[in-house]
């Protein structure tokens, strides 16, 4: 039975089928599954299928904002049912991410924040357009461990160095992982802006997200992580 449910679970975020991801959901809760187990081996499962068919060009976006959506709507579900305790346990850190100021393209962006959802970080997507102080004030708000900042176009990279200098200025710089993506950034840009991670591929986030967070309990301020 158990193992049924999770399958179960794991194939209506697979198929971005929200309303039955719900439904197993509440059906997982009556028949007394912990929680973390839903999430773990059913939702999150699901998720990171759904992140390797897209890395392999198998699925498109929309299918990945589907399956995010399913994963979202059995979490409703759940969230409640998850004791303090169990949600820091499964938190893997706190992210800030959006589009930096005078760019308003998404797609990219949109992946990474569910994907950085699913595996477990609490994600405050800020949206486009955002200005330098928009990142750096939502992320002493939430108390963010990484701000992460995307760029298409090549003037609005220009705001990624400005974050890292406004941080510097401000004497906040060592608080928070910057990482850097979008087509506009290169490995060598993000070494020179000093950022500490940057990703080719929106699959990266989670690695690169993943590796910054290990090596808690300060944020280092070293040589830039990239991966291409």
Not at 47 to 62: A, S, T
Not at 95 to 102: E, L, S
Not at 163 to 179: A, T
Request: one cysteine or more; a negative charge; proline letters at 4%.
């Amino acid at each position: 039975m158990i193992e049924e449910i999770l399958a179960g679970l794991k194939r209506n975020v697979i198929d971005g089928n929200a309303d039955e991801a719900k439904r197993m959901a509440e059906e997982a809760i009556s028949n007394g599954l912990d929680p973390v187990l839903i999430v773990e081996k059913g939702l999150s499962e699901g998720m990171k299928v759904i992140g390797e068919q897209f890395e392999k060009l198998e699925i498109f976006l929309p299918s990945v904002v589907l399956a995010a959506d399913a994963m979202k709507a059995a979490m409703e579900v759940l969230r409640p049912r998850l004791t303090q305790g169990q949600s820091e346990k499964m938190k893997k850190g706190v992210v800030v991410i959006g589009t930096c100021y005078g760019d308003v393209h998404d797609i990219g962006k949109n992946f990474v924040s569910a994907m950085l959802e699913a595996a477990g970080y609490e994600v405050h997507d800020l949206g486009t357009d955002v200005p330098v102080h928009g990142f750096i004030s939502k992320a002493r708000e939430v108390k963010a461990d990484i701000i992460g900042l995307s760029a298409l176009l090549s003037t609005s990279a220009w705001y990624q160095r400005d974050l890292i200098n406004s941080l510097r200025e401000m004497g906040i710089r060592d608080k928070y992982w910057v990482i850097v993506g979008g087509g506009a950034t290169t490995p060598e840009w993000a070494k020179e802006i000093a950022a500490d991670g940057y990703g080719k591929l929106s699959t990266d986030a989670v690695k690169l997200c993943n590796r910054l967070v290990s090596e808690r309990p300060a944020p280092p301020l070293h040589e830039t992580v990239i991966l291409e």
